[in-house]
């Protein structure tokens, strides 16, 4: 997909990835909707701030009217609430597959006839290495990017007739504040990731592995689930 004069939506854009994505998106010459719940915390400069709370019904048929020109939808919009499953708060639990999973998943139900009806497109799922990685500590987060996975997968056979492309980008600890607790040799570079994401949505991947703990965890998939 051509990101020059594209139009995107991308979630979750007044910050960390997201604000490189629309920031990057700019500098390539799309049109870009920085979507955040709160617009007036979104500062990137050239970019339409854009009210979308992916947990709001209302709000996302709201977003997609006013976006009635995309091409291409980032979901990245997500949170960590540092749950496990089994002693974890279900309220924590419940709320992560809200914005992980359900999320994405409204987003995209809303915006696919938009993308299709303006030609095709592209859809970037921001995703995780816990997507495969499943640690007790994190077991909601895990589960919640496990399912977008999922996600990911079905939408991309059932789009792909209305001329729409849906892309994974999985990655392990990026220097943002959702990591804010990881020593910085462990996180990648969020400017890094973003150039990643779209150069890969260029190039029609389906699947873009932005680190190497990712990359390894990727090839360790077929391995015994004690051997990972």
């Given at each position: 997909m051509e990101l020059k004069n594209a139009v995107a939506v991308v979630t979750g854009a007044n910050r960390g990835l997201g604000g490189q994505l629309a920031a990057q998106l700019v500098e390539r010459g799309a049109k870009v909707y920085a979507a955040a719940r709160r617009p007036e915390t979104v500062d990137v400069p050239g970019a339409v701030p854009l009210r979308l709370d992916v947990t709001d019904a209302e709000s996302i048929r709201a977003a997609a009217r006013i976006a009635s020109d995309a091409t291409l939808l980032i979901n990245n919009a997500g949170i960590s609430t540092g749950a496990p499953l089994i002693a974890g708060s279900p309220d924590a639990v419940r709320r992560e597959m809200e914005v992980n999973f359900f999320g994405p998943l409204a987003v995209t139900r809303a915006f696919a006839p938009v993308i299709e009806s303006n030609g095709g497109g592209a859809v970037l799922n921001v995703l995780s290495v816990l997507s495969?990685?499943?640690?007790?500590?994190?077991?909601?987060?895990?589960?919640?990017?496990?399912?977008?996975?999922?996600?990911?997968?079905?939408?991309r056979e059932e789009l792909a007739p209305r001329g729409i492309t849906v892309t994974a980008l999985h990655v392990g600890y990026m220097d943002t504040d959702m990591a804010?607790?990881?020593?910085?040799?462990?996180?990648?570079?969020?400017?890094?990731?973003?150039?990643?994401?779209?150069?890969?949505i260029e190039t029609g991947l389906s699947e873009i592995l932005a680190d190497e703990t990712t990359r390894y965890v990727k090839r360790s998939l077929a391995a015994p689930p004690n051997a990972a």
């Open positions: 495969w990685l499943h640690p007790a500590g994190l077991g909601s987060y895990a589960a919640s990017k496990a399912a977008a996975w999922a996600l990911t997968g079905a939408a804010s607790g990881v020593p910085a040799d462990q996180k990648a570079d969020p400017a890094e990731v973003a150039a990643q994401a779209l150069s890969g």
